[in-house]
């Protein structure tokens, strides 16, 4: 088979989308020694390949606003002249106008524009409504990153046959650990509470800051460590921050690379992760490979994927999160309990098997 894939995730800063393509692509890079693959993107494709079979198809369109109309307008054609057999969309969205011979895969992360659309930027949130049910209703076959997102799908789209949808878990994504430190701009405290993901609206940031804030952090000498990059209405957090009474127990990083991740998380008390909203939520299964505690949600994927092996809280209780923040720090045996219980849960995720479900998924179309 000739599969094309949509690699525009791996063309620009690598986020979780970009992270899960990177780790799949290396398993099925491994597994398949058969089939023809073609990473496609507008912009140079940032990944190294390392089987004959497979190969890149990059083009010169600019950035991510343009990527769209290019994949659009430009793919179809590149599948008629590479053969395409499959084409794989790995975040949302096909190109509408592929061949009919060309079946269609299309991963679904999460469905944040139907369900939490106030945390969007608007331009994102246009695009993801323009495009992601004609991708739905094109597709032979959906994958869903968790059962939450698959129940999400099938209560938004009534329309989409069920038998087409299928939940494919990802794995854990790998941390390397780094020798050198010093690339960590900022000073690390000795003991924080660290918190892992882009700022923006639907990462709950706010009541973190609101349950610190609850904790007496003074008392208990701990900081809140914040690592990752501005998003959509930061500068919202920037104002919140003005009057905040523990302010200089807010440590922000900004970006950290993949290679210093490893060292953040070992060395925290415990990531605090209550997102109003997740797909699937790699930072929870990071920080549990780092042998780290996580208080995360009780809502949609997280507590999926986090099951027993983490503190769950109401994203919207403030004063639940504190609760929860005070008890890793004060019960010695509760960390103990959900150190191993993470241990056993990350048995359930792996990219070998991810991908082996997705190679299924694409003989799967091609035969019918």
């Known amino acids: 088979m000739n599969i094309g894939i949509d690699a525009r995730p791996l063309s620009y800063h690598l986020t979780g989308i970009g992270y899960y393509l990177q780790n799949i692509l290396d398993a099925l890079q491994v597994i398949d020694q058969e089939n023809n693959y073609y990473l496609v993107s507008n912009k140079t494709v940032n990944y190294q390949i390392n089987n004959d079979k497979w190969s890149k198809i990059e083009g010169h369109a600019g950035g991510k606003p343009i990527s769209s109309i290019w994949m659009q307008t430009c793919v179809p054609g590149l599948a ?24 269609r895969v299309v991963t679904i992360h999460d ?3 139907l369900r939490y659309p106030e945390t969007m ?6 695009l993801e409504r ?36 299928h939940t494919i878990y990802s794995g854990v994504p790998q941390l390397y650990e780094a020798h050198d430190c010093s690339r960590i701009i900022v000073q690390l405290p000795q003991k924080y509470f660290l918190f892992v993901g882009t700022l923006e609206p639907r990462k709950n940031i706010h009541n973190i800051l609101r349950a610190f804030e609850r904790l007496n952090p003074e008392k208990y000498d701990i900081y809140l460590v914040i690592v990752g990059e501005k998003g959509w209405k930061d500068k919202e957090l920037k104002k919140y921050l003005v009057d905040y009474n523990f302010e200089s127990r807010i440590v922000f990083t900004g970006y950290v690379s ?77 960390r103990k309990r959900l150190i191993g219980k993470a241990a056993l849960r990350l048995k359930h995720f792996s990219w070998e098997r991810c991908a082996h479900k997705l190679m299924e998924i694409f003989y799967k179309v091609t035969n019918n």
């Open 130 to 165: 323009i495009l992601m049910k004609r991708s739905l209703s094109a597709a032979d076959a959906i994958i869903s990153v968790s059962h939450a997102t698959a129940t999400d799908i099938k209560k938004c789209y009534a329309k989409i046959q069920e038998n087409h949808i």
């Open 258 to 334: 993949r290679d210093m991740m490893i060292n953040l998380y070992k060395k925290s008390v415990c990531l605090i992760f209550p997102s109003l909203y997740e797909g699937f939520g790699f930072p929870i299964l990071e920080a549990m490979s780092c042998g780290t505690p996580v208080i995360t949600s009780n809502t949609s994927s997280m507590k999926e994927i986090a099951a027993d092996a983490a503190l769950l809280v109401n994203p919207y209780d403030d004063a639940e999160i504190a609760r929860a923040m005070r008890l890793i720090l004060i019960d010695t045996d509760l």
């Open 80 to 103: 008629r002249k590479y053969k395409f057999d499959i084409f794989w969309g790995t975040r949302h969205h096909l190109p509408l106008f592929l061949s009919r011979r060309v079946k």
């Open 121 to 126: 930027q608007p331009k994102n949130l246009i």
């Open 111 to 113: 469905l944040v524009h």
